[in-house]
């Protein structure tokens, strides 16, 4: 590899080339030429898939049943998360070898800042993050790809540029010429529902947006547009954070389509709510609030909160709070997103703890739960299904 600033670049984004399918065929040697999806039962959605099935259009979080029409020879496999996380710290510890300057984003991907351990390594960052991933391969079976650059943004861009097992660079020099033509969704944060709000402003690519002034982008689309007119010129200021505290957990999903039919907003909100839960269980918190997120067709964003009188990481409740909200609002409007959060975090320590005096069967609610939990866990997330997240 050659490029003018390789020795000078030092914000690298690593990315696991379709991690759990990756882990399940290193576990499993027979499924190595077959296309592999990890995911749940028809009802569920991909996880992730290998490479093989992405030639026939199967993507993450697509619909189990869309899937296997594109690909009927895929291997479906249920996700194993305690041996993908052990995995994932497998890689973590690589990682520290390297910089104590690392910022995950998931078990499969990370921010790493190696400036200034050139003098440490003998070496300059590139040539370290290519041992890095030759080692993950060599020692635990696991390709990454390396997106290296002089920010965040571009790194993790250039990270998705040539994969797998790609190492892509991004410098200064050519950030803006390499931005301009590029389409809006590379922008990370820019899902389908921006995208569509952006074209209708007649924004489809990098330079569209380069000739709008700060200003009019922020009052046509708030603080999103100041975070466009930034990345649309490479800038990005933030850091690359080691363990940022956990400020909230939020799960949301956007519709193929603006619904405004009650029962289908409702069976969303029980599945986010679970999604929550699951999380905050997983990391051993709770929330003293619930939030509620809507966004309309035109594009306007509600958002509710709700003060608890005492800390929650049962799905139930968290469900039963937002639905609390939903139904203060306004009926009528279709809606392109919807979304659930728990906020004002603590230890789960401090959570769910005293029989509720105005909700008495909340204690036997939780209990079931709880027993839920430990079926799925044992079986399989799809072991047990309420009614309601079948809406």
Not at 75 to 92: F, G, L, T
Not at 113 to 135: E, K, N, Q, S, W
Not at 212 to 231: E, K, S, T, Y
Not at 350 to 375: V, W, Y
């Amino acid at each position: 590899m050659a490029h003018d600033e390789l020795a000078d670049l030092s914000i690298a984004h690593m990315d696991c080339d379709a991690f759990y399918a990756s882990v399940e065929k290193r576990d499993n040697p027979d499924l190595r030429d077959k296309p592999v999806i990890v995911g749940g039962g028809t009802r569920g959605v991909v996880s992730t898939c290998c490479y093989i099935a992405r030639i026939s259009g199967v993507r993450s979080a697509m619909p189990m049943f869309q899937a296997l029409k594109l690909c009927p020879d895929a291997v479906v496999v249920k996700p194993r998360m305690q041996v993908y996380a052990e995995v994932s710290r497998q890689i973590r510890a690589l990682m520290e070898e390297l910089t104590p300057a690392i910022e995950p984003l998931s078990l499969d991907e990370a921010f790493l800042d190696l400036t200034g351990t050139a003098r440490l390594h003998g070496a300059p960052p590139a040539v370290m993050l290519a041992r890095l991933v030759r080692r993950m391969e060599e020692e635990l079976g696991i390709s990454g790809s390396i997106g290296l650059s002089h920010n965040k943004f571009l790194a993790k861009i250039a990270s998705d540029l040539d994969k797998p097992r790609g190492f892509s660079v991004i410098g200064r020099a050519e950030t803006e010429a390499f931005l301009a033509p590029k389409p809006v969704r590379i922008i990370w944060g820019v899902g389908l529902a921006t995208q569509t709000a952006l074209e209708k402003a007649g924004i489809r690519t990098i330079s569209d947006l380069l000739r709008w002034d700060q200003a009019d982008l922020v009052a046509r689309f708030g603080q999103m547009g100041g975070r466009l007119w930034h990345l649309a010129r490479g800038q990005d200021r933030r850091r690359v954070t080691r363990d940022e505290k956990l400020k909230s957990i939020s799960k949301e999903t956007t519709f193929f389509e603006d619904t405004a039919d009650p029962d289908l907003l409702d069976g969303h909100l029980w599945r986010l709510a679970v999604q929550v839960a699951d999380r905050a269980k997983a990391k051993g918190l709770a929330g003293r609030g619930i939030t509620l997120k809507l966004k309309r067709a035109d594009f306007t964003l509600i958002s509710r909160r709700h003060a608890l009188t005492d800390p929650t990481q049962i799905a139930d409740r968290i469900y039963r709070e937002a639905r609390a909200m939903l139904d203060l609002v306004p009926t009528g409007a279709a809606y392109r997103l919807i979304g659930v959060g728990i906020t004002d975090l603590c230890p789960a320590t401090e959570a769910d703890g005293p029989a509720d005096l105005f909700d008495p069967t909340a204690a036997n609610r939780a209990r079931a739960e709880r027993a839920t939990d430990a079926i799925r866990a044992r079986f399989g997330r799809d072991a047990i299904i309420k009614g309601r997240a079948l809406r």
